[in-house]
Every structure is written in structure tokens, then in C-alpha cells.
């Protein structure tokens, strides 16, 4: 249910929806200016350096005629199209957490010519030669009355400290500075660790999967033996026919209610079946013929790519006869390829990690790689569905339509002209007197994808 003291606007370029938070709410105090002297009123520099002197060139200078407020600002006078920059922090004193997300902010003035630009800029540092990143604002150019500029980043891992800088860049002219503000916007995220799963595989170290595994499951621990005290899941994974893996103690922990995700070649020769890869010029795909919780997001008689190779070779493993778990995706060329299975109170989960590659955008076969062991191990899907096909534009707004028709606390909107023939269609919940979010998203390439999963959030609020 919709209250409608909180309306929301669900809209995309004529067609598509998606996540843009637009009003934020903010209750937490404002965070200190972590620049020195970001006034510039103090009777010398203070904090601020020449990171290029003076010369026939260039001009730095602190004064009355650059401020916007107070009594003095900062103004950098180019007389050829050069590269001229104050600095901050180059001591090391100006010091933020990595994994922070910090804005720097300021008012910038200029006149200049029709080349270069004025803009604020940050870098991170490893050390005092290494540089990590150096974001910067929107340049500002020729001539401007004040502008405020901004730049909101997060501090990359391994960073020392930052330092702020004010840059006019292969432009003739004067620029001003003033009112500068370097501030916390958020401190680290706390990064979940996942020491409670377990691999074990036989695999290399540099191993692909192993290695995406450990970048889905942070801390999961990597091992080659058997060891499930504190665990609260496994994952198996062998790169060699003649690894043997202590099943009868993985069936124990199962039982306890736990769960375990082996790939298709480690079940067919825990439970005495075999496992087939096949290969032609068709891709194959995974059809859903039985709905679990590690099937979350489908419906039976779903389909998806699933497939390894290349054009012309297109592979794909599967398990041959029967099996004595439940078959819970089927091969379109024959075969099981989802398997579950009871163990006591637990569950193993069958599923192809060897013979997939690992999950690259112009994979296909790939992209859903990890998605059935992650609902086992990790609950990854929670509100999402499969769509089956792609929409044309306006198979898209008609999709809006039906569900607006289904669920009577949607409304459509006919927002206006988009691009060209194209027209702006919005999904509306609660006040249309009271705005107070919107959510939104464009097709663009092959960047469809959040439109459907706003038109599920919308089914979801909705509902």
C-alpha cells in the first residue's frame, strides 16, 4: 500500500524506467571544511602554495579584487594559454578514510578567452609521487559571473591524503576563487565478509572463478580440504577428473540444514551419474521446469542462454539420465542443468561452475552464471523477475499501460515530446500534488535493463 504523503514519479525517455533518486533526506549535521583557510582571509596564504610560480607567464595572487565574500579570494592571472594552479595538501596534513565519499566545492569567476578553462580538481595520493585519481569539477569558461562548482568522489583504497587544487588550464584570461569546501559526505562503508562460506576447489589460485567467487563473497574462505567449523555454506569446485572430495562428511554438514553448491562434474561423481558437454552452432539455453528458492526470480517454463564456446562451437554441460535430486532446469539440447537435492535439512545444488566462462557483457551463455548458486548461498534475487524478451518502445509503454490497468494505484502519464517522434511516459503512485520522488531511466545501447526492473519496482510498491 501507497501512503500518499510520499508520492513517487516512475519515468524514463519515453519509454524506460529506472533508479534515479532525485530528493534525498538529510539528518545528519553538516561535516567540517577540511580545507585550511578555505576563505582565503587570512593576511598571508596560509595553507595554499604556488604550485606554479610566478613568472612572465603567470600571476598568483590572494586579495580583495577576487573575492565573492568577505575581504579576499584567490585569482590566478594567465597571460599566455598556459597551465598555472594553486595547491593544498601537498604536507600531507589534508588526510580523508579511503573508502570515504568527500565533495569538494567552491565559487569560481572568470574572463577569459575562447580557449581553456577554470576548475576545481582533487587528487588522491598513495604518496608523494603516486597518484590514485584526480577528479575535477565542470570547467568553467569564458566569461562567467560567479559559479558554484562541485565534485563528489569516492577515495580510492591506498589513499594517504588528498590535496585540493584550483586549476586554470591553457587559458589566457583571469580566474577567481572563493569559498572552498572539502567535506565528508559519507565515511566508509562497513564491507560485508563472507569467512562464514567456504571453497573448496583443487583450483589454482588465479583461477577465474575462484577469483569471481571471492569478489562476490569477500573473506570466503579458499581450501582444498574440507573444514566446515563456523561455515554456513560450500561451494565445490574441481579442475581435476581425479580430486577426490570428502563427500560423506559434505553430506554430514548438509544435513544440519546447510547449504552446498557443487558444479555438474563434482555431483555426477559424488552420486554415480555422468555429465555430457555438448557442442554445435546453435546456443543452447536453460529452460526452468520446477520453481525453488534457488530458482528465485523465474517461473517455470522460463529461458536463458547457458552456454561456453565459441561461434560456430557453442558448448554446454549437463547431466545425463536420471538423477536423485529434483530437476529444476532443463538443457534445450537434453539434459538436467539444475539440480537440487534434500540432504537431512539442508540442500545441494547442482549447477554448471567448470564449463561456463566467466560473466563479460557480450557473453550471453555467461551472465547468469552465478545468479543460482547466489540464491542459495547469498539470497541474490529478492524482488527481481525474468523478462523474457527485450520490448520495442512501444511494446514498453504499452507494458506501463497494462500494469497501470492491473494495479489501480498506478497511473501513466503522457509526459510530453522525448526525442524526435519518441514521447516522455511516466508511471505515477500517491499525490501527484505532493511530488516527492523520482526514479528514472533511459534505453541506450544495450543499457535496457533498468527499465524493467522499475517497471517490476513499480509493480511491487503497487501491489
Not at 217 to 240: F, I
Not at 428 to 456: C, I
Request: with cysteine; aromatic share 8%; charged share 25%.
Amino acid at each position: 500500500m501507497v501512503d500518499d504523503k510520499w508520492p513517487i514519479r516512475l519515468g524514463g525517455v519515453a519509454v524506460v524506467l529506472a533508479s534515479f533518486l532525485a530528493v534525498l533526506a538529510w539528518g545528519a549535521d553538516e561535516s567540517p571544511n577540511l580545507v585550511r583557510n578555505a576563505d582565503f582571509e587570512a593576511s598571508d596564504a596560509a595553507a595554499w602554495e604556488k604550485r606554479t610560480p610566478d613568472d612572465a607567464d603567470r600571476t598568483l595572487s590572494m586579495g580583495a579584487e577576487a573575492a565573492r565574500s568577505g575581504q579576499r579570494g584567490a585569482r590566478i592571472v594567465n597571460r599566455k594559454p598556459v597551465w598555472s594552479r594553486w595547491r593544498q595538501g601537498a604536507d600531507g596534513k589534508l588526510s580523508v578514510p579511503a573508502g570515504a565519499t568527500v565533495r569538494l566545492s567552491g565559487w569560481i569567476r572568470t574572463d577569459l578567452g575562447a580557449e581553456g578553462f577554470a576548475a576545481l580538481r582533487l587528487y588522491c595520493m598513495a604518496g608523494p609521487d603516486k597518484i590514485l585519481a584526480q577528479p575535477a569539477t565542470r570547467p568553467v569558461t569564458g566569461k562567467s559571473d560567479w559559479k558554484r562548482v562541485s565534485l563528489t568522489t569516492s577515495v580510492p583504497e591506498g589513499t594517504a591524503f588528498v590535496m585540493a587544487y584550483l586549476e586554470l588550464q591553457n587559458a589566457a584570461g583571469t580566474a577567481d576563487y572563493d569559498d572552498l569546501m572539502l567535506s565528508l559526505v559519507s565515511p566508509p562503508e562497513q564491507r560485508m565478509t563472507h569467512a562464514d562460506l567456504l571453497l573448496l576447489t583443487d583450483a589454482p589460485a588465479d583461477d577465474l572463478t575462484a577469483k569471481s567467487l571471492q569478489t562476490l563473497y569477500p573473506g570466503m574462505v579458499v581450501a582444498d580440504k574440507l573444514d566446515t567449523q563456523g561455515r554456513r555454506g560450500v561451494a565445490l569446485l574441481a579442475r581435476k577428473d581425479e580430486t577426490a572430495f570428502d563427500f560423506k562428511g559434505l553430506e554430514s554438514f548438509v544435513a544440519q540444514g546447510k547449504p552446498a553448491v557443487v558444479d555438474l562434474g563434482v555431483y555426477a561423481k559424488w552420486r554415480g551419474v555422468q555429465v555430457r558437454e555438448t557442442a554445435g552452432g546453435e546456443q543452447p539455453s536453460l529452460r526452468i521446469v520446477r520453481e525453488h528458492r534457488a530458482t528465485r526470480g523465474f517461473k517455470a517454463g522460463d529461458g536463458i542462454p547457458w552456454f561456453g564456446g565459441e561461434k560456430g562451437r557453442w558448448t554446454q554441460r549437463a547431466l545425463e539420465g536420471a538423477v536423485s535430486g529434483q530437476v529444476l532446469a532443463e538443457s534445450s539440447r537434453g539434459g538436467a542443468v539444475l539440480v537440487a537435492e534434500d540432504v537431512g535439512k539442508g540442500i545441494v545444488l547442482a549447477t554448471d561452475l567448470a564449463g561456463l566462462p566467466e560473466p563479460v557483457w557480450n557473453l550471453p551463455g555467461a551472465l547468469n552464471k552465478y545468479l543460482f548458486l547466489g540464491n542459495l548461498l547469498g539470497e541474490s534475487v529478492r524482488y527481481g523477475e525474468h523478462y523474457a524478451k527485450r520490448l520495442k518502445y512501444g511494446e514498453f509503454v504499452d507494458a506501463m499501460r497494462d500494469l497501470a490497468a492491473e494495479l489501480s494505484a498506478l497511473r501513466v502519464e503522457d509526459e510530453g515530446p522525448a526525442h524526435g517522434a519518441y514521447r516522455l511516459y511516466s508511471l505515477n503512485l500517491g499525490d501527484p500534488k505532493k511530488p516527492a520522488f523520482l526514479l528514472y531511466a533511459a534505453t541506450h545501447g544495450s543499457e535496457w535493463e533498468p527499465a524493467y526492473g522499475l517497471l517490476t519496482l513499480a509493480r511491487r510498491l503497487a501491489s
